[in-house]
């Protein structure tokens, strides 16, 4: 209907606050009082920390206070799912970016200089600096984990091994990604304010997930859940980025204000931020495809092995999606993906948009096109014989017959919009030509559980809180967090239209966990999806208030009572819902709920590790077209479309925004991101943006094109699943497999970035050593 | 940022003034792109005077004089991209510059200051072998010229002392009808350390003879440095394919000869000869 604010591009409602500098962000916070932090890191990346000296630091002019490890109130270590993370190291060093102390001044700069007279004595252990060293070595990096493995997903279907004795065709080898960094705009800030009253504290700044925050101040500085409140500034990008790293600091913080008194900021420069925040896991793959020569897929197995890092963090979900996504959107009888995260001295590794599938999303596709050669099939034809469709059952086990299953529609918008099969074609004719600048296409496919999926059965769940007022306005509290993707704004589109009202009339609240019932983070492709949902079921139960209300003012049966554009009708009732408001008032009633949504149980097999990993998924595909200098190893990306169905899309403006960005995060993961690790000390060399390169915008194509391929899902409030994680995707695989075909050899790059070095020695190679 | 003293001089007179009376440990400030962003780690002008020149109005013109175009040390990356003059006599120095990190950056930076800061990987330094270009340094009061050569002794090193100050480049004016070719490899489009760069000049007369010619790679020596043995490969020539081989081979063996067998070099130098090969065949292209 032409007046529902679903479906329409409605301007962002924090755009021109963004634009023109008024938005404040963290590190934009000043207060009367306010003191800086500034964090003290671990000389060495594995050692026992024996003693910390703080003295002269604390003498310094300007300092107020320099805290310890030994200083924490409550228990020393925070995380989400596994608590093994510590704010401020007591025991031993894990990583470069443990920090040991933490200085606190009347200004950063005396805070900083103050911070270089900490030092500490250590006995140093053994760095393991790889898995593999990891999982040689007899030193636990975790006495938890005593073989340094902290997680493990093994997905089955069928026999695999029996599969591939029954394939005409096989291929296997090894595919290896690197870390990747987030690189968010903003680096981390978090301003921590006591109250003058009470022990409590209020959080300000770049926290991505408020509620797993406040329970990790409250736990490590002994405070009751209630008294810590978290009020997210706005954020300059996140993208799984700022949940245990904003805790980090808002531990420090805090325990400073609580020491204190006064109010403490903790900004992080670019070097610190990469320093201590976790990355992507890199993965190593050993992948075996099977099909029979027809094309038809008989079998995968799959070993992945990823870095975790010094912290478990989130790897065992990330493992989970490895090992559940990773098969693809394929009708597959045979699956064995068995995924494991080990513990290094690396820096660690946890949420990042994607979370453990851009990487097997590169694998997988590669092999594909591997397979393809094999089988004279262009990457399409091999992909068109083997898409799930309607009613297939998935690589996982799961029956696909609750919506639209549109990838190969998906597929087939994006191959027609790149013209991808007239290229693919094209381009293998003329690169045999001998020309030294050839182009290539390639292609990626991928499906996405919505939300966390099984490995979070039971707890999967939003909260919102809706309140009419008497003006007819409606105000909004929900705890997931506006993080530059527009939530705001998509989450106020839903309530105009759960609530029949016009999309003006909405006030959407700042994330304040104070006033927004708890509620799961902004995360996993999850909030489209789950606050829909909440919000749903809040306007349900406000609506059900007014009507309750109405009958009795008007005396009048409300059972066939409908809220829409503005108004309220039942009997032969017809009112504005400005006055319908105003009744609820007069006769002392209150407009207000609380909705809850969760996700019902899913019946997946842990232990035999099968059934249904998720509870809906978008499906996606990335197309890209590439030039490679093969005398330099240079590549140029042409173009790269980007098509998703995920479901509606609540604004279709923000959704291509997204698509745009992950499409260009895909980018810089597949070809120049490197964070410079060193494989026998574990330091990072690349720790700014000089160095660790992403995409400028002279990288990125003007001419790409984001598509969407809606089917509104029935499994979804509002229609929409989310898109945060499935927009970059499949991008990084894309990339790869154009260049792969720009060399006439597919699963010839097969380790990340596809940087020039790491190109030019693969043509090299390819042509004999005589380049 | 953190510095002993630091003082902001009018005039060129002034500065030499500033010059004559500051204590040990000058550091010059031109621009700043390269110097505050090194203020950042550590502490590295604690113990030093800054004198900024930048904006100095006789540092910052452009003009001919006789043979040679003088740069005022001033004079940043943007004004040089968008120098008629240099466009027209000196071509290969102008795309030098557009090449310099990004948009920002040339807007502020000054060819001055990228000599002085003597990056192996600065973007000009290439172009302005292969105009021949001189440095006029200025000792308090007292001038003198220097081939480039002779400033830059290694990677951010020069062999000027903390009163010496650079007033202006001298660069050869090209005739009319050289070709000029300005080659940048970087990781990325933009704001990308060079991993190469090869400035080409090259002058042939009307049968086609090279009268002049001169080529050499940046972001791969120590120093600044152009190859007479090279240059003289094609001189008196109407070059071949073959020629163009030998150049390439000629060019390309001066990396481990001179930068030593380094990791890079497996990479560096058959990248050398390949692009060589195709500057070069894609300038004569016309034969």
Redesign the interface.
Known sequence: METLPIGKPIERIDARAKVTGRAEYGADIRLPGLLYCKGVYAAHPHAKLLKVYTEEAAKMSGVVCVVTGADIPGEKMFGELYVDQYALVCDKTRFYGDVIAVVAAETQEQADAAAELVHADYEELPILATPKMALESDIAINADYPDNICGNVHVRKGNAAAGLQEADVIVSGTYKTGFVEHAYIEPESVTVIPDRIRRELTVLGSAQAPYNLRLSVARTLNIPVAQVIVKPSVIGGSFGGKIESAESLAVRAGLIALKTGRPAQYTLTREESIRESYKRHPIDFDIQLGAKQDGTLVAMKVEAIGDAGAYINMSPPVMYKTATLGPGPYRIENVDYNATSVMTNNVHTGSMRGFGTPQAIFALENAMDELAAKLNLTPTELRRKNLLQNGDVSPCGHLLDFHEVSIRSVMEKAAQELGFDEKFAQYAQENKDGR?IRRGVGIAVSMRGASIGADGNGFDVARAFIEVLEDGSVNVDLGLTELGQGLRTCQSQMVAEGMGVSFERISFGNTDTSRAPATGACIASRSTLLGGGALKDASRKVHAIMARVLERKFNKPTDDIVFAEDRVRFADVDISFTEAAKICYALCETPIAVGTYVVPKLNWNEHEGFGEPFYTYTYSCHAAEVSVDL????VDVIRMVGCHDMGRAINPVLVKGQIYGGLAMAQGMAL?EDLGHNAKTSALKNLN??DY?I?????VPDENVPLLDEHPDPRSAFGGRSLGEPATEPGAGALICAINHALGHPGLIRELPA???RV??AV?AMEGGD? | MECREYSKPTTLQEAIDALKTAEDGVKLLAGGTDLLVNAREGHPYRELTIVDIYGLPELCRIEEMDGWIAIGAGVTHTQIEQSALIREKAGVLADACRTVG?PQIRNHSTIGGNIANASPAADSLAALSVLEAEVEVNRLGEVRRVPLGDIIEKPYRTTLSDRDLITRIFVKKADAGTQFHFYK?G???????S?MTIATLLKRDGSGKVERFHMTMGATFPKPMLFEDVDNMLIGKRPTAKDIQAVADALSAKIPLIAGIRPSTA?KQ??CK??VE?ILSELLGGQ
């Open positions: 030294r005398d330099t190893g240079s120049t943006f000089e390169l995409p400028t915008v002279l990288d940087d020039l070095d030019f020695a090299r380049a | 990004s490899l990781r990325r489009k933009a704001l990308a350390i991993r990479y058959p990248v390949k692009m195709r």
